[in-house]
């Protein structure tokens, strides 16, 4: 009763604006004009019958009618096109939308205002609908390959790659000269994590328009993925060349050259697409590790300038707290193993009279040692100025030298005192003649070895494999070789034979088998030098150092091994260069 009421006053109020013009009402109508106004209340008289929803839907439909009416009237199907697409060739994504929509209705079946619709939806982001409209276009003119693209693009952004790939497909099968239609391909197969074929059909693009610059980025980023970092880097410099102005193409091309250890030009790369773009974390993240692994510190902080200035400082107060406390603990005589037992005596004695609980040195001793000789090399690292006038080679061999000072003096002056520090006692031991001729021919048939592993590994990879720490310290061996070549081939074979077959072979082998306290020290060695691809190698330099400590007791055997195949490598890198 109230919707009629309603209606009724609304109906009323219609009535009056009819026959009002200008707040004046006409006390003289003309029969024509009573005729016409008796009808409408006849119809709004029918129409109040109807429920309200239907009625107001009704006179909405008939108001729209009217307005399409008029527009359709005055302009024709094709002249709507034309202002639609010229409304979208500026732009004007929602007016040309609106243009579109009239223009169907004024030819339902006119493919191109469907495909013009879908567009400006798909401008508008509106994807579904897109999709909807691009879809009808193509099925009342299946021949319009370009619709194709435009279908499949707006699936891809919708999320929707399985289809995407299946229409993009099916756009590059019709149109098999179409670079746009492959680089699209391969978007949405990376998508799916299909590498091969996202790689594949990037190729195509680049065979068919070599200046299609994301066909190469899309090269790129699937030979990435399938960790070819070289090919990787190789697209990236070509879409690079295209398009200089790309920061993101500069990111990943560094990313590539990161794992390959090309240090120097993945932080040139990082450089440049930071200037571009100066939001980027993750490029300013990754320029810092490359300055770090290039041992620039200075260049380093200057990335991030205050988290550098806390992280040093709490770095160095770390170390030189954790190098005071173990220096105290060394110096000072104990009957019982430091910082506690983690393992319980066993039954592995085999007859040594220091076994036992009170036996010098303990596990977390030893690894306390081996963890504080890597913080002080990480924290000298970062020292303000230190090594500022210090070329990077330098700085290596500088920081390593500087870390190994107190190991050399607590190795030398404090665990020789201890009631189980035999193998530091001073002079050192060389074992018997035979031994040392052992030792020496073991070295021979390591670096035999050392020599096939590394033909092989040629062989395989097609690639010269370098050490690392070679290459990083070739310069300071040119600049300063009697400095550099010291501290290579005297200072670091005693300090780590004092901290691995030393302080960790002495605190195993009352708890392990002779053999496993050579094979646990040996990997631990091997581990510690961070060479991946002579991993193997060092291993073997590990176990021959495990079994000159064995026979000997003392360090002095593994130090001069040590020391003569660290010299010999420094020479051969001094001739070879």
Known sequence: MQNNMDWNRWRGTAFLSVVTD???????????????????????????????????SFVCLCSMAAL?????????????????????????????????RIAILAAPTNANAYAGLGRSLYQLKQYPAAITNLERALALQPGHTNWLLFLGES??????????????????????????????????????????????????GITLNPSNTFCFRQLGYSLEQLNRHADAVQAFRHAIALDPTDGDTYFQC???????????????????????????RWAHLMLFSCYLSLLQPQKACQVFPAICAIGRGAVMLAYLVTMGTLLLLSFRIHSKPFFGRWFSV?????????????????????????????????????????????????????????????VLIVGMLGFHRQPSGKPFAWPLRFGTKKTLWLGLFGLVLVWLFS?????????????????????????????????????IAIFMPVVEEILFRGLLFGALERRLP?????????????????????????????????????????????????????????LMVIFAS
């Open 514 to 570: 002779p053999a496993g306290v050579i094979m646990v020290t040996s990997l631990v060695f091997a581990l510690c030098h961070f060479q991946i691809v002579f991993f193997i190698p060092i291993l073997g330099v590990g176990i021959l150092l495990g079994w000159a400590r064995l026979k000997t007791g003392s360090i002095g055997l593994p130090i001069l091994i040590h020391a003569l195949n660290n010299g010999l490598s420094v």
């Open 155 to 204: 699936y891809s952004s919708a999320g929707n790659s399985s289809k995407a790939a299946n229409v993009f497909q099916q756009y590059v099968s019709l149109r098999t000269n179409d670079d746009e239609g492959n680089a699209w391909l391969s978007f949405v197969l990376y998508q799916q994590a299909q590498y091969d074929r996202a790689a594949s059909a990037a190729k195509s």
């Open 346 to 406: 066993t039954a592995w004695s085999w007859g040594q009279s220091d076994v036992g609980p009170k036996a010098f040195p303990s596990i977390r001793f030893s690894l306390a040692w081996l963890a504080a000789y890597g913080e002080g090399q990480f924290a000298f690292l970062f020292v303000p100025g230190m090594f500022s006038r210090i070329k990077p080679a330098e700085s290596l061999v500088a920081i390593a030298t500087l870390a190994s000072i107190p």
């Open 22 to 56: 200008g707040g004046c009402c006409h006390q003289t109508l003309c029969m024509p004009v009573k005729t016409g106004l008796q009808m409408i209340q006849t119809f709004f008289k029918w129409l109040g019958a109807i429920p309200l929803t239907l009625r107001a």
């Open 254 to 280: 560094g990313m590539s050259l990161f794992p390959l250890g090309r240090f120097e030009e993945a932080a040139t790369n990082f450089e440049t697409a930071c200037a571009i773009q100066k939001d980027n």
């Open 451 to 487: 020599w096939v592993y590394t033909g092989l590994v040629q062989f395989v990879t097609h690639h010269t494999p370098v050490q690392e720490t070679m290459t990083l310290i070739g310069p300071g061996l040119k600049t300063h070789p009697l400095f550099s070549f010291a501290a």
């Open 68 to 100: 399409h009416g008029q527009e359709t009237n005055a302009v024709s199907p094709t002249n709507l096109l034309q202002r639609a697409w010229s409304e979208f060739s500026s732009n004007e994504y929602v007016q040309a939308e609106e243009s579109f």
